[in-house]
């Protein structure tokens, strides 16, 4: 199964580029924090360091594992969905189900260990970096030394191979479950319902977050410490995100049913029927605009609310103690932005690389390149449109609980600028990603000719 699993992907090396650069990076991000621990962990370092050490590779490595993994796995989806029409080809010539999620698993292996090794190799200079950057910024003192955390990247690359199998599987059960025939029809059509987990995943993030909320709103402004406040709702934008990205299919759908009366002429035509038939693709793209919108938009309100109604008369460890975790919000908020970006971009290129034979049958029956890119656009305008709305509702599960304890109403009292400006960036993105797409796979249709 190794050795069909090299000739296969000796001829999709493209296809497979966005799963190799989602393990890739999560592997980088995930291995630049959880050395961190071990590091921590070493006899020879200091309590107060060991804390400090613990907090940024526990808090922040796991929100960057939830966000790599959590790519991972809509990547890899995605991945194996392009390849439904072929795999549904392969059952009606005889391939039983198991033997074609062997060879998804086995594909994704090969693809996923030199991904993994690279990223591990990346992340090695990565985490040292990281740890002389907190040196010199004072938040680590000179005597912390890395002792190369060879046993945290193992671990990482361990989980990340798991992760990645684990998606190959999933993904593979859905492609070759039922008679072959109706796999092929439905790859073609892009039909079938949301998988039972996408629900309990959805259910369980708003459902915690919708009682943290309750909480924190009920409870918050009778705490102690001002701090707690800040804990609770933090990171409950980015976790409805999550949830509900697991719908990304069905919101992607509802979307563009709502937006089809705005989309006019030809090239509007082709967007709202693309959008909704390829929601199971496009939802590889919606997911992480809508984390890129909820985690820049929440975290960041949040700490501009923290610095103007944090009490006064704190004794300074506590006022260092705040600026010390405002520091860590706008680290793992650029973290979670960068990782969001670059899968944009990723999963954008890797969609319209699958879509260039479409593309193709377009120019062929007379549709011009100017159409083409213009309803490529409008599909990622709708992608875009969807997936800010949806995250700047997200974020308001951390921004409306902490404003009102905080005293300053269920309305942030000043930076609401910073919402539209933040979201104009994810749209922009988002475009520029799909122009810069759909130039290149127009060139290699254009080629074809």
């Not at 025939?181 to 995943?201: D, I, K, M, N, Y």
């Not at 930076?415 to 933040?422: I, K, N, Y």
């Not at 799909?434 to 000719?449: E, K, P, Q």
Request: aromatic fraction near 4%.
């Amino acid at each position: 199964m190794l050795t069909l699993a090299l000739r296969s992907l000796r001829h999709r090396a493209t296809a497979m580029t966005a799963t190799f650069v989602a393990i890739l990076l999560g592997t980088a991000v995930m291995g630049s924090f959880t050395p961190l621990i071990q590091v921590a962990l070493e006899p020879g370092t200091p309590s107060a360091e060991r804390e400090t050490l613990l907090i940024l590779g526990g808090v922040v490595g796991a929100w960057g594992t939830v966000i790599a993994l959590f790519s991972i796995v809509s990547t890899v989806g995605v991945t194996v969905r392009q390849r439904e029409v072929e795999i549904g080809l392969l059952r009606t010539v005889g391939a039983e189900p198991r033997q074609v999620r062997a060879l998804v698993r086995a594909e994704t292996l090969l693809v996923a260990l030199v991904a993994a090794v690279l990223g591990a190799a990346v992340a090695s200079l990565t985490s040292r970096a990281l740890l002389d950057l907190l040196q010199s910024g004072g938040v680590v003192s000179e005597q912390v030394a890395h002792s190369g955390g060879l046993t945290a990247l193992a671990a990482t690359v361990v989980l990340l191979l798991l992760v990645s199998l684990t998606a190959a599987g999933m993904a593979g059960s859905r492609a070759s479950r039922g008679p072959a025939t109706v796999v092929l029809s439905e790859a073609r059509t892009g039909t079938g319902r949301l998988a039972w987990w996408r629900w309990v995943v959805a259910a369980v993030a708003v459902g915690l977050a919708s009682s943290s909320v309750a909480m924190t709103m009920a409870t918050g402004k009778d705490a102690a410490d001002p701090s707690e406040a800040m804990a609770m709702t933090g990171s409950l934008g980015l976790v409805v995100a999550v949830g509900l990205a697991a719908l990304a299919p069905l919101l992607l759908r509802a979307g563009s049913w709502v937006l089809r009366p705005l989309l006019g002429g030809t090239s509007g035509h082709l967007a709202a029927y693309n959008t909704s038939r390829r929601s199971h693709l496009l939802a590889g793209v919606l997911a992480p605009v809508m984390v890129l919108s909820a985690a820049s938009v929440s975290i960041l309100m949040l700490v501009g609310i923290d610095e103007r109604t944090l009490p006064t008369g704190l004794p300074p460890e506590v006022v260092e103690g705040f600026e010390t975790a405002n520091l860590l919000n706008n680290v793992v908020t650029a973290m979670i932005c960068a990782f969001a970006a670059i899968m944009v971009v990723n999963a954008f290129a890797a969609l319209l690389a699958d879509r260039r034979l479409e593309l193709y049958r377009l120019r062929l029956l007379g549709a011009t390149p100017g159409q083409v890119r213009g309803s490529i656009l409008a599909e990622a305008g709708v992608v875009a449109a969807v997936g800010t709305v949806i995250g700047l509702l997200a974020a308001q599960a951390t921004i409306v609980p902490f404003a009102y304890v905080r005293g300053e109403g269920l309305v942030p009292d000043a930076q609401l600028w910073l919402p539209p400006v933040l979201v104009a960036g994810a749209v922009a993105l988002t475009l520029v990603s799909a122009a810069g797409a759909t130039s290149r796979a127009l060139r290699t249709t254009s080629g074809a000719r």
